[in-house]
């Protein structure tokens, strides 16, 4: 089992839909990224959390330390947002960052 | 401000040839970092250095893998003989120090061993 897993691992979305991408963890965290990864194109830090909740424009990070759980949300989701969403955490016995394998967002015009 | 350049950003050779990956990592970052990441998967780490020293390289295959970092700046990633399973986006990032600082990615190298 992975240490961090994230769910859906592929999602198909409309224009102008409200998307929620899920991140679960097993292990102690000190803070948690979310990241975005466009096709041939680089890693784009979004957020770093490892409280509460974070917004950005369209974009809202949240987690839950007691409950292991961090979630990515779109709002207006747009074709523009299309792209692999990762969720990795600085934790572990050895405060790592340790990457989940990525949820791929499509958003249809 | 530059972010984090890598070259070259694609590179396709025959097996058992060697290939050499080059990172520049932002301006003042101590911190630099490679990763290896396989088709669906998430990035995995290879090694980080802190300034000139390797810190971590618990996970490069050394027997045909090697990174240097002479002066704490540019670092390079270098695989003598490449094989097969080495297709894969080779990611260089940094940050300025280690502990939860957040890293900044370069675009990857795209290898692909035929």
């Known amino acids: 089992k992975n240490e961090v897993e994230q769910s859906p691992q592929n999602l198909t979305a409309q224009e102008g839909e409200f998307i929620t991408i899920n991140c679960s963890y097993s292990v102690g965290i000190s803070a948690l990224h979310w990241l975005q990864q466009h096709p041939g194109g680089g890693i784009v830090s979004l957020f770093m959390?490892?409280?509460g909740k974070k917004k950005h424009g369209r974009l809202i990070a949240t987690i839950n330390i007691q409950e292991k759980h961090s979630s990515l949300h779109i709002t207006a989701s747009h074709p523009r947002d299309s792209a692999v969403y990762i969720c990795a955490v600085y934790g572990g016995a050895t405060n790592k960052l340790i990457f989940g394998t990525g949820t791929l967002l499509a958003v249809q015009p | 401000e530059a972010g984090v350049v890598q070259s070259p950003r694609y590179k396709i050779i025959e097996k058992k040839q060697p290939v050499a990956f080059w990172c520049n990592p932002i301006s003042g970052h101590n911190t630099l970092y490679w990763y290896r990441q396989n088709l669906g998967q998430g990035p995995e780490l290879l090694i980080r250095?802190?300034?000139?020293?390797?810190?971590?390289d618990s996970q490069l295959p050394k027997d045909r893998f090697s990174a240097e970092r002479l002066k704490g700046v540019d670092s390079t990633l270098k695989i003598q003989p490449a094989e097969l399973g080495d297709s894969a986006v080779y990611l260089c990032?940094?940050?300025?120090?280690?502990?939860?600082?957040?890293?900044?990615f370069g675009p990857g190298t795209r290898l692909l061993v035929l």
């Open positions: 990032a940094s940050s300025l120090g280690l502990a939860t600082q957040t890293q900044y």
């Open positions: 959390l490892s409280s």
């Open positions: 250095y802190e300034n000139e020293e390797a810190v971590d």
